[in-house]
């Protein structure tokens, strides 16, 4: 098994209760899951593979998945900025798949 769908099946099992679902298209989540063992593998911790990673835990830990933006993000679009953190509602297209836009400040972008 690799370690996305170990990822996959771990995280399910405790952000689903939580009203946090992966986005029904598995082999994107897996993609993104990989991404995320990979920044673990090369920082020690699984930051946000869609954004930029300065490598230093302590400027990137609003972006350590799940990133602190995850729950405005799937509030008001369905969605946190990655998509692969879903509401049911986005997963059962209920809701328009609209694109969500950076929340990190500015001064976070460009460490």
């Known amino acids: 098994m690799s370690e996305a769908q170990r ?5 399910k099992k405790v952000q689903e209760p939580k009203g946090y679902y992966f986005n029904k298209d598995k082999d994107r989540a897996l993609e993104l899951l990989d991404a995320l063992a990979l920044n673990r593998e090369r ?3 699984m930051a946000c593979p869609c954004r ?3 490598g230093e835990r302590e400027k990137d830990k609003d972006i350590i998945c799940p990133c602190v933006y995850r ?4 509030e008001a679009y369905g969605s946190c900025y990655c998509n692969l ?3 049911k509602t986005w997963n059962e297209e209920k809701i328009a798949h609209e ?5 990190r400040p500015p001064e ?3 460490l």
């Open 52 to 54: 930029l990673v300065s």
């Open 108 to 110: 976070k972008l460009f």
């Open 85 to 87: 953190y879903v509401s």
């Open 7 to 11: 990822l996959y099946d771990a995280l």
């Open 99 to 103: 694109y969500v836009p950076e929340r």
């Open 43 to 45: 920082y020690g911790y």
């Open 71 to 74: 729950a405005d993000d799937v």
